[in-house]
């Protein structure tokens, strides 16, 4: 901002005439008295007066000029600097979220928050890939379309390298600006900003830190979630351990009381399984029992609770099931294992169960009382002959 304003200079320039019309008889002596000197000397004094003197005001004036050009150059040096410096705040601000987020909800809601800061759109976008398959972690409000998630996977598609390996270096994709999710090597998912101009290349740098941190979230996240599930499951059947099992029928039973809605439990346990382990030995009895697993898992619901109770013994709780359906369950089930053979060193092991199945009394919260009523019932249909299905007393008699 000028010191001098319009204003200003004029009232300048008039007391400049002014001195001049005051001084005009002394200037005029000066003039007078240089050349008198220039007559008796021979000197070009008045012309050599003029060069300097326009040498210095041009002189002057390009110092002005480069004063100017270094206080813009200084300011928007620092207006930069201002730039980066928030921006590495928001970035630290959204690492420091990140790091305190242990699944990928919290994650999700991280990014929703911070995403729109960072890269300066509210049209940001993160699929992740798990399995071969793409799944939103963030999209645009207006992405909810199918077609619309379709297109997102397409441009996410394009982003890996020609041979199906998974890129490292941030492309250009339909309009996208695509940065690879990669921790330690590991793939992740794709984050999209749809390309700016020049204002997203600017930003690049600080979104391309942005994806390192959160790839390695997701990543944390996701060995978090394999932990966690380890931990829940049994490492030969894929079932559940009884202690979580335990936990879900609990809270299902609790969950059934408000809604009034059924709940039912089967228990089987594999007939003869000690015979298997004696005749073919424990591996065999292993195999047997690995089968069984896939079994339950290919012909129960992904809603249905399966569970290795120990040993050859295994439960399954089915939510919003009356009894006749879970009677029903439990006789397919039955069945399957029947014809299920299972191939060991050149010989067939076939395997049967028996089982008993119960249901939840109305305002039932104990999952002990329910589990007891289902092992008495497995206990009747040992009793009667072994590969069949008995209900609960409570409910039939069979």
């Given at each position: 901002?000028?010191?001098?304003g319009?204003?200003?200079?004029?009232?300048?320039?008039?007391l400049?005439?002014?001195?001049?019309?005051?001084?005009a008889?002394?200037?005029?002596y000066?003039?007078?008295?240089?050349?008198?000197?220039?007559?008796?000397?021979g000197?070009?004094?008045?012309p050599?007066?003029?060069?300097?003197?326009?040498?210095?005001?041009?002189?002057?004036?390009g110092?002005?000029?480069?004063?100017?050009?270094?206080a813009?150059?200084?300011?928007a040096?620092?207006?930069?600097?201002?730039?980066?410096?928030a921006?590495?705040?928001r970035?630290?601000?959204f690492?420091?979220?990140?790091?305190?987020?242990l699944?990928?909800?919290?994650?999700?809601?991280?990014?929703?928050?911070?995403?729109?800061?960072?890269?300066?759109?509210?049209?940001?976008?993160?699929?992740?890939?798990?399995?071969?398959?793409w799944?939103?972690?963030?999209?645009?409000?207006?992405?909810?379309r199918?077609?619309?998630?379709?297109a997102?996977?397409?441009?996410?598609?394009?982003?890996?390298v020609?041979?199906?390996?998974?890129?490292?270096?941030?492309?250009?994709?339909?309009?996208?600006?695509?940065?690879?999710?990669n921790?330690?090597?590991h793939?992740?998912?794709i984050?999209?900003?749809p390309?700016?101009?020049?204002?997203?290349?600017?930003?690049?740098?600080?979104?391309?830190?942005?994806?390192?941190l959160l790839?390695?979230?997701?990543?944390?996240?996701?060995?978090?979630d394999?932990?966690?599930?380890?931990?829940?499951?049994?490492?030969?059947?894929?079932?559940?351990?009884?202690?979580?099992?335990?936990?879900?029928?609990?809270?299902?039973l609790?969950r059934?009381?408000?809604?009034?809605?059924p709940?039912?439990?089967?228990?089987?346990?594999?007939?003869?399984?000690?015979?298997?382990n004696?005749?073919?030995?424990?591996?065999?009895?292993?195999?047997?029992?690995?089968?069984?697993?896939?079994?339950?898992?290919?012909?129960?619901r992904?809603?249905d609770?399966?569970c290795r109770?120990?040993?050859?013994?295994?439960?399954?709780?089915?939510?919003e099931?009356?009894?006749?359906?879970a009677?029903?369950?439990?006789?397919?089930?039955?069945?399957?294992?029947?014809?299920?053979?299972?191939?060991?060193?050149?010989?067939?092991?076939?395997v049967?169960?028996?089982?008993g199945?119960?249901?939840?009394?109305?305002?039932?919260?104990?999952?002990?009382?329910?589990?007891?009523?289902a092992?008495?019932?497995?206990?009747r249909?040992?009793?009667?002959g072994?590969?069949?299905?008995?209900?609960?007393?409570?409910?039939?008699?069979?």
């Amino acid at each position: 901002m000028s010191v001098i304003g319009r204003q200003d200079r004029l009232l300048l320039g008039g007391l400049a005439v002014a001195l001049i019309v005051v001084a005009a008889k002394p200037i005029r002596y000066l003039l007078d008295l240089a050349r008198d000197v220039e007559r008796s000397s021979g000197l070009a004094l008045i012309p050599a007066l003029l060069i300097l003197t326009v040498v210095f005001l041009v002189h002057q004036q390009g110092k002005r000029q480069e004063a100017r050009a270094r206080a813009a150059a200084a300011e928007a040096d620092a207006r930069q600097a201002g730039t980066r410096a928030a921006e590495m705040e928001r970035l630290v601000t959204f690492g420091q979220a990140l790091g305190r987020s242990l699944d990928v909800e919290a994650i999700r809601d991280v990014v929703l928050q911070h995403l729109p800061r960072l890269s300066g759109s509210d049209n940001g976008w993160v699929l992740l890939r798990s399995g071969g398959q793409w799944r939103p972690l963030v999209s645009a409000a207006q992405e909810n379309r199918r077609e619309l998630a379709a297109a997102r996977q397409r441009v996410a598609e394009q982003a890996l390298v020609a041979d199906g390996a998974w890129s490292t270096a941030a492309t250009m994709v339909d309009g996208h600006l695509c940065l690879p999710l990669n921790a330690a090597g590991h793939p992740v998912g794709i984050l999209g900003i749809p390309h700016g101009g020049e204002d997203i290349a600017a930003r690049q740098r600080i979104l391309e830190m942005a994806a390192a941190l959160l790839a390695i979230s997701l990543r944390n996240a996701q060995l978090f979630d394999e932990l966690r599930e380890n931990s829940l499951r049994d490492g030969l059947t894929g079932c559940v351990n009884r202690t979580h099992a335990i936990d879900v029928i609990d809270t299902e039973l609790r969950r059934a009381r408000r809604s009034q809605l059924p709940v039912s439990l089967i228990m089987f346990d594999l007939d003869h399984f000690k015979d298997i382990n004696d005749r073919y030995g424990h591996l065999c009895g292993d195999s047997v029992l690995a089968a069984v697993g896939a079994k339950m898992r290919e012909v129960l619901r992904g809603s249905d609770v399966k569970c290795r109770y120990g040993g050859e013994e295994f439960l399954v709780l089915l939510p919003e099931t009356p009894i006749e359906g879970a009677k029903r369950v439990a006789d397919t089930l039955r069945r399957e294992l029947a014809e299920l053979p299972v191939g060991w060193k050149g010989d067939v092991v076939q395997v049967t169960a028996s089982f008993g199945v119960s249901v939840a009394m109305t305002s039932e919260v104990d999952p002990a009382a329910l589990i007891a009523r289902a092992d008495a019932a497995l206990y009747r249909a040992k009793d009667q002959g072994r590969n069949c299905v008995r209900l609960s007393m409570d409910v039939a008699v069979v």
